[in-house]
């Protein structure tokens, strides 16, 4: 009798302990279990279960959080559907690094105004935006993080006095 209880005790145990982690429920379906420890503006530190180690990984890559002993749920991001080039408008251009942890690498893109236009340095900027999302777009990508942002203005650029902006980006997914 007494190897009973001690085995329904012990059963017991580990439930409560098993219900205490927190789940992190990515946009890729993925769930990781593990204990919450900060929310930050664009991270979420956290460390896996049975582990010391604190990882981060980004807001843009999480879908919810489930609180282990309270089962409060946290909505964190919806999560981006980018169907083609007509999407590019949902594209986010990301300009800090640890903001794509948990994203996926897609590929390198690249937004730039003509060499000859006749574009103020403010729109040629934003038409250069719109190619580099439009260049995520294509390849199925609601994020880009900015690697390089180039604007020429008049000797340097042309010999028409124009701008050129040139930006490139890697293009993740989830």
């Known amino acids: 009798m007494k190897k009973i209880i001690l085995l329904v005790a012990m059963v017991f145990s580990f439930g409560v302990a098993n219900a205490q982690t927190d789940k992190i429920y990515k946009h ?3 769930t990781v279990d593990g204990k919450v420890i ?4 664009y991270t979420i530190t956290f460390k896996y279960d049975g582990e010391d180690a604190e990882n981060v990984i980004g807001k843009y890559a999480v879908e919810k959080i489930v609180y282990g002993k309270t089962n409060r749920t946290e909505e964190v991001t919806e999560k981006i559907v980018i169907n083609g080039e ?9 300009e800090d690094k640890s903001y794509i ?7 390198e893109v690249r937004g730039k105004t003509g060499l000859i236009n006749f574009q103020t340095g403010n729109t040629g900027d934003k038409k250069a935006a719109k190619k580099l999302k439009m260049d995520a777009a294509k390849l199925g990508c609601p994020f880009v993080l900015q690697i390089a942002d180039k604007t020429t203005v008049g000797a340097n650029s042309n010999a028409l006095g124009g701008s050129q902006a040139i930006k490139t980006g890697v293009a993740y997914k989830y």
């Open 28 to 30: 890729s379906g993925e």
């Open 38 to 41: 900060r929310l930050d503006e």
């Open 86 to 94: 007509d999407d590019w408008e949902k594209v986010v251009i990301l």
């Open 101 to 107: 942890a948990g994203l996926k690498k897609a590929g």
